[in-house]
């Protein structure tokens, strides 16, 4: 059955009048596509009549993501899901051979809370750069016409937050280089090699860098959730779970919801290939105290919120510019905090009830 949430990206992108007959029976690949933005996209690309299939090693994506609610797999799971490391060039070039995709849609790479992520950095550098460089490899092998990347404001410089009010961060910000997490730095190296391939190569490149990204779908677990669905997870499990926020609240953030993100990789597509990193930000930026008092308001409930400074922040504060995507891509601010906010809480809460998740994995 069809999402109201992908129902809403295609009436939009319908009503403007974009030529959405370009996905009818391309051959498309989604790295990744297991995953929380990435099964969103198989849904609407399947929608959109493409002829989809996805490399993924469920990591930390699930086969589940890309069931429809009544039931039924948004692709023929024997014949176009690859269960593959990319970390293994072999994999990721098989999969290309067997599925030869028009197109790519590469969003595959380890990405975690900011626990893991700093716990874990030679891994999650290790990872992402040979995700990319095999991924971009087996484009270039396989001459695909056109391949989509896209990377993350965690890319930024640890210096250049912005205050409340501030200016929002332009894409050419970005250098000089120094991010905070091996994470931000695998994923600038991405756009460095995303770039070199359309340098050098006659595959057309697409670069969308994407502010904080929630919603439905994503993770929920303790061990691994990012600060959204964490604190919605605390707010619906309250009393039993203590609302904890981590840090001071003061450290602030970029949201945007994945319905929004899932029309940007679409019209990226359509408009905005070869034209270096588009970014994705609402230009508004929330602080995680904010972000507490929102959920608690969207809860119903009498939840006190306490911050525990020991636990790490990640950086102080940052949002993003959104005036390319605006001029190039048609995209805009669609789906205001308070509706995702409400959107992703029902999603959490009826994941919860009906125990569809381990929330210690
Ligand atoms: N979620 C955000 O806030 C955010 C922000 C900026 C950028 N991004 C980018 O968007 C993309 C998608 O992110 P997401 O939030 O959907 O994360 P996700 O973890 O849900 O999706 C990534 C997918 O990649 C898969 N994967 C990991 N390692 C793999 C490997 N070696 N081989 C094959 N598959 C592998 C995982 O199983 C997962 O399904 C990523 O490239 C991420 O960097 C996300």
Redesign the pocket.
């Known amino acids: 059955m069809e999402s109201p949430l992908i129902s809403t990206v295609l009436n939009r992108l319908n009503s403007e009048k974009l030529d959405l007959s370009w996905f009818r029976k391309k051959k498309i690949l989604v790295?990744?596509g297991?995953?929380?933005?990435?099964s969103w996209l198989v849904e609407a690309l399947v929608r959109l009549g493409a002829d989809v299939s996805v490399?993924?090693?469920?990591?930390?994506?699930s086969i589940d993501n890309l069931e429809s609610s009544s039931g039924e797999y948004w692709i023929p799971l024997d014949t176009h899901f690859f269960q593959?490391?990319?970390?293994d060039y072999a994999s990721i070039n098989s999969a290309m051979k067997k599925s030869l995709p028009d197109f790519v849609y590469h969003?595959?790479?380890?990405?975690a809370g900011i626990d893991f992520v700093f716990s874990n950095e030679l891994f999650v550098y290790n990872?992402n750069t040979l995700?990319n460089t095999n991924t971009f490899k087996a484009v270039q092998e396989n001459r695909t016409p056109g391949v989509v990347y896209?990377g993350?404001?965690c890319s930024y410089p640890r210096s250049l937050q912005t205050k409340p009010g501030g200016r929002p961060l332009v894409e050419d910000q970005v250098y000089p280089a120094d991010p905070e997490s091996a994470y931000g730095w695998s994923?600038l190296m991405g756009e460095y090699e995303a770039n070199l391939l359309a340098q050098n190569t006659s595959t057309e490149v697409g670069i969308l860098r994407?502010q904080?990204?929630y919603g439905p779908r994503s993770i929920l677990s303790r061990k691994r959730s990012?600060v959204i669905p964490s604190l919605i997870r605390k707010a619906i499990l309250y009393p039993e779970e203590e609302f904890v926020v981590w840090g001071s609240g003061k450290q602030s953030r970029d949201f945007v919801f994945v319905g929004d993100v899932v029309d940007a990789l679409l019209r990226i597509a359509l408009l905005g290939m070869n034209k270096d990193v588009i970014q994705i930000g609402t230009a508004q930026e929330t602080t995680v105290a904010e972000l507490a008092k929102l959920i608690v308001k969207t809860s119903g409930k009498d939840i006190p919120v306490h911050f525990d400074s020991s636990k790490p922040e990640g950086d102080g504060g940052r949002c993003g510019n959104f005036s390319r995507a605006r001029d190039l891509l048609g995209w805009n601010v669609f789906t205001c905090l308070e509706d995702g906010i409400r959107q992703t809480y029902e999603w959490a809460q009826s994941q919860i009830q009906r125990k569809m998740i381990d929330l210690d994995d």
Not at 34 to 38: D, E, L, S, T, Y
Not at 84 to 87: A, E, F, G, N
């Open positions: 790295t990744g297991a995953g929380f933005i990435g490399v993924d090693n469920l990591w930390r994506g593959s490391d990319i970390c969003l595959a790479d380890i990405v990872a995700i896209v993350t404001a994923k994407l904080n990204v990012q």
